[in-house]
C-alpha cells in the first residue's frame, strides 16, 4: 500500500510569506507526527496527532506555526511570516495507536527561506 | 548537558566487521529507545527499539540498554556496505507523551 506522502517536495519562498506543508499518512494510521530536521542536526520534535485527542503542540517554536488534522486524516503544517531559520527539512510521519514512536516517514518537504 | 548524545563520526569499519553505535541520554526517567536508519538524503526509518535494560537482538541488529548508566547502545554485525548511513538515537521520557528526543546522529561507513 501506499506509505506517507507530503507535498510539495521543495518549497523556496521569501522570508515574510506563510507557506503550507502537507501530509497524508498512511490510511487507518490515527498517529500523526511532524518533525524538522536541519542541515547535519537530528529531528525535531514539532507536533502530535493521536486520534480525536487534543494534539500534543509542545514542540512548536512559536506561534508562527500551527497545525491541523482534518477528518483524523490529512494534516496541514502552516508557518506564517517565515524566517530563514525555518529553513529545513519538515518530515511528517504516521504509526498505528497511541504512545510509540513515529514509524513511517514520509519523503519530507524541504523548506527554503530566502 | 545535551538530552542525548551521540558521536558524530564518522566511524568507519570495515566490511564483516561489527559495528557499535552508542548514545548517552541525560533524563534518568526516560522509557523508551529507539534506533532509527537514515540514508543520505532520504527519511529516517525505525529498525530497533527497546524498553528494559539488557539485549534485544533483531537479525545483525543489537540494541544494548543500561538504565543505571544512561547508555543505549546499536551493535551491527557483519557489517555491510549497504549499512552505510547516519544511525539516530532517540529517546522516550517519562513525562514528554509520544515525544521523542532525537540525538544528532552518528554517520556509518562501511568500507568493502
Known amino acids: 500500500g501506499a506509505g506517507v506522502s507530503q507535498s510539495p517536495s521543495n518549497k523556496v519562498t521569501e522570508k515574510g510569506k506563510d507557506v503550507e506543508l502537507r501530509c497524508d499518512p498512511i490510511?487507518?494510521?490515527?498517529?500523526l507526527y511532524w518533525y524538522r530536521q536541519s542541515l547535519g542536526q537530528g529531528l525535531e520534535f514539532l507536533i502530535y496527532f493521536q486520534g480525536n485527542s487534543a494534539p500534543d503542540k509542545s514542540g512548536l517554536p512559536s506561534d508562527r506555526f500551527s497545525a491541523e488534522r482534518t477528518g483524523g486524516s490529512v494534516s496541514t503544517l502552516t508557518i506564517q511570516r517565515t524566517q530563514q531559520e525555518d529553513s529545513a527539512v519538515y518530515l511528517c510521519a504516521s504509526s498505528q495507536g497511541a504512545g510509540g514512536a513515529p514509524k513511517y516517514f514520509g519523503p519530507g518537504t524541504r523548506l527554503l527561506v530566502l | 548537558q545535551k538530552e542525548v548524545e551521540q558521536n558524530s563520526g564518522p566511524l568507519s569499519v570495515p566490511e564483516g566487521a561489527i559495528a557499535s553505535l552508542n548514545c548517552t541520554y541525560s533524563?534518568?526517567?526516560?522509557?523508551?529507545f529507539f534506533w532509527y536508519r537514515q540514508y543520505s538524503g532520504k527519511s529516517p526509518e525505525l529498525i530497533m527499539f527497546i524498553y528494559s535494560n539488557g539485549d534485544k537482538e533483531d537479525g545483525r541488529f543489537t540494541a544494548q540498554l543500561n538504565k543505571a548508566s544512561q547508555y543505549v547502545s546499536l551493535l551491527i554485525r557483519d557489517s555491510q556496505p549497504s549499512d552505510s548511513a547516519t544511525y539516530l538515537c532517540a529517546v522516550q521520557q517519562e513525562t514528554s507523551g509520544s515525544r521523542l528526543t532525537f540525538g544528532e546522529g552518528t554517520q556509518l561507513t562501511v568500507n568493502p
Open positions: 490510511s487507518g494510521h490515527t498517529a
Open positions: 533524563d534518568r526517567g526516560s522509557q523508551s
